[in-house]
């Protein structure tokens, strides 16, 4: 039976049965990731955590026939995935500024300090990162002395072209201006008095900087015209960089993630599988030489998944380019999200259970819905080794069957029960039918060290925490399933899992902002920080000190909802979001962790700020206790001195993108123009176009 006979089929049974025929859809319409042997999925405030199983032992192919045959019996299960027919959902935030401390010389004048004179600067920012010591790729980066600012590219993407308003190339197209080309400008910005451009390297994408080497990462490639290459620049002389190593994404590869610690680079890359050729898998070639994985060292779960894409991490040294490690597994397409931490990389995938298992359960729960011979055909359904369609399309029959024995006054009679049943039943199971998966992977060596999973979503790298050998990750439950009522905001809650180092349940809290999502999350040290929104904005704090046992410690309900969390200090935490359209700034005072409190709030004249797409858009200085934030109009700088937000500061001829701190000198970056501000005074001290 063909896919649209099959579809077809399964939408009759819908006009016959009721909700359990529209769950049938729906989990055809969902199905990617059977339900690992040895998981106990039903999560709730009742569970207990030795309830939660983890994922069967991940091994490598034995052959490139072992792999293709995988894939032949995997098939099956994608038929229907959600990631081709109902898309996905994605979504990333959070974590303190570093600082680098430089040594102080003796006898600076207040001239020299605040940079406008000679000699070396004291204090520089750093990216906004998740964990200190970890660098991530941003569109600026600084030394002290040398600004990068990666311009992005601009122009009217090439199908959405006027092609009045285009220069034809010479084929007939339509070429891009030379003005729309990103670049990476190399801006001499410390001492102020010698502010200007000093070199251009004529490619634009995220950056990462060791020492005297600038490494350019891949943009979005709208334009199809632009090398996917990650390249590495000696940049020791900024007037005249020189290109020292490149590694070239091959085709179908795509940049999921990048990291910089110690003197490597970490990539994590997919590449969409080619069943007639599945391996040597070759995500990039390095200085000319490809790189490539055999099909023998290539990972896979021991359950049956129905695979599409392949993930590698390499780890690259930042100096040469070399590949030092390298390590490839077996993965879905969507909704991955990557968090390091100083010993480990993990990466997570969806994918929801087993529906026909699910339906057992409910039927075997409600035993005077079907007679038991139904309910017998349906428990063999469930242990049969046949793919997930073929098993969905059984299922189907079984219920049309016994439908077709039904007159139509018990017909109607069990329409009105299944919903009514199957409403209470999904209120108290939706745990069972999303699940993420996490591969954890040592930083030194890049083994695969460990597998787990936990019920629902993450919402993105900030949903991950790693802290004194437990992983701690914040999902929203019951929104991946959908139809007819079930599914989606009014029936989703919200947990945080703790994993010990195995990644096997320790603990977990549940039911967090019933008929709400996660919009942000936040770990300090043996605390948890949460937002959920959809009407209001509960602001929850958890305490995660006991592994085995964490809970709840207090709730504070607000308007609005924050999306962004930052540690100002150990018991005030700030809160970047939105409130009636506009953007909202709260400080919230968690030194009682029972009774956090919003000790002030801000609510600017803007709909929007970057931070709300990057957490890399914000900054933090603690030494003039202030805070920088972007807006739609401008740049924004808040005081939070006191425990009170006052905006001590706006710059508003400037589309702002970030901000960084040389000393005392405030350098607010925008599209076209850099202004500097002392931040002793707030006045304005320097300007350079860009």
């Known amino acids: 039976m063909n896919k649209e006979i099959r579809f077809n089929h399964a939408v009759a049974i819908i006009a016959a049965v009721g909700i359990i025929a529209t769950l049938v859809l729906i989990g055809l ?23 939660f199983g983890g994922l069967t032992s991940i091994q490598h192919f034995s052959s490139e026939s072992d792999f293709k045959n995988y894939l032949e019996k995997s098939r099956d299960l994608s038929d229907f995935s959600a990631s081709r027919m109902l898309g996905g959902m994605s979504g990333t935030q959070l974590a303190p500024m570093a600082e680098i401390n430089l040594p102080a010389a003796t006898g600076l004048s207040q001239k020299t300090a605040d940079g406008r004179g000679g000699g070396g600067p004291e204090r520089v920012s750093e990216t906004n990162v998740q964990v200190a010591g970890i660098d991530e790729p941003d569109i600026v980066k600084t030394d002290g002395k040398e600004i990068y600012y990666s311009s992005p590219r601009s122009g009217i993407m090439p199908l959405m072209r006027d092609t009045a308003r285009c220069i034809p190339d010479e084929k007939g197209g339509c070429a891009i201006p030379p003005q729309q080309s ?31 080497i600038l490494a350019i990462l891949p943009e979005n490639n709208y334009y199809g015209n632009q090398p996917r290459k990650i390249i590495g620049y000696d940049v020791s002389d900024p007037k005249s960089p020189k290109e020292k190593w490149n590694a070239d994404l091959k085709e179908n590869n795509e940049l999921v993630a990048a990291r910089l610690t110690g003197d490597k680079i970490y990539i994590v890359t997919k590449k969409t599988i080619d069943e007639n050729r599945p391996c040597p898998i070759e995500p990039m070639s390095i200085n000319g030489k490809s790189l490539s994985i055999g099909c023998i060292e290539v990972y896979h779960p021991a359950t049956l998944v129905p695979a599409d894409v392949t993930y590698t991490v390499t780890a690259l040294d930042a100096a040469t380019g070399e590949a030092k490690d390298t390590t490839t597994f077996l993965g879905s397409s969507s909704e991955s999200v990557v968090y390091m931490s100083p010993d480990s990389i993990f990466l997570t995938y969806y994918y929801p259970g087993d529906f026909i298992k699910f339906s057992f359960d409910f039927f075997k729960e409600n035993n005077d819905l079907i007679p038991g011979s139904v309910l017998d055909k349906i428990e063999k359904l469930k242990n049969y080794d046949i793919g997930a369609s073929a098993k969905m399309t059984e299922f189907s029959e079984i219920l049309e069957h016994y439908q077709n024995s039904l007159s139509n006054d018990e017909k109607m009679k069990m329409e009105n029960e299944l919903r009514n049943r199957m409403e209470k039943y999904f209120s108290g199971h939706k745990r069972d039918l999303e699940r993420t998966g996490i591969v954890k992977i040592a930083v030194d060596n890049l083994n695969i060290e460990a597998s787990g999973a936990v019920a629902g979503k993450p919402l993105n790298q900030f949903s991950l925490d790693e802290y004194e050998n437990h992983l701690r990750i914040a999902t929203t439950v019951g929104q991946g399933w959908w139809g007819f009522g079930f599914g989606g905001t009014r029936d989703s809650a919200n947990d945080v899992y703790v994993l010990d180092k195995e990644l096997r349940l320790a603990g977990a809290v549940t039911d967090l902002g019933l008929e709400e999502k996660i919009y942000s999350a936040r770990f300090i040290e043996d605390k948890g920080y949460l937002v959920t929104f959809r009407q209001i904005d509960p602001f929850f704090v958890l305490d995660l000190s006991d592994p085995q046992n964490p809970k709840k410690s207090g709730e504070l309900k607000i308007p609005g909802y924050s999306s962004y969390l930052h540690p100002i200090t150990k018991d005030k935490i700030l809160g970047i979001g939105e409130e009636n359209n506009q953007v909202k700034v709260s400080l919230f005072d968690v030194s009682s962790p029972e009774n956090p409190r919003e000790i002030s709030k801000y609510n600017l004249d803007e709909y929007y700020s970057e931070i709300s797409a ?3 858009a914000f900054l933090l200085d603690k030494k003039h206790q202030v ?3 972007p807006g739609s109009k401008g740049g924004y700088i808040f005081s939070y001195a006191n425990n009170q937000l006052k905006l001590v500061k706006t710059v508003a001829d400037i589309q702002a993108k970030r901000a960084l701190y040389i000393n005392d000198l405030l350098y607010v970056i925008g599209e076209d123009k850099i202004i500097v501000l002392d931040e002793n005074n707030w006045e304005r001290v320097g300007e350079l176009e860009l």
Request: charged share 20%; hydrophobic share 30%.
């Open 29 to 51: 319409s969902n199905f990617q990731f059977p339900l690992p042997d040895g998981f106990k999925p039903n999560i709730s405030s009742q569970s207990s955590p030795s309830q």
């Open 182 to 212: 990103g670049a990476t400008k190399n801006i001499r910005a410390f001492p102020l008095k010698d502010l200007e451009i000093e070199g251009k390297i004529e490619k634009s994408g995220n950056l990462l900087l060791k020492d005297n």
């Open 614 to 616: 990057t957490h890399h």
């Open 627 to 629: 805070f920088f934030l």
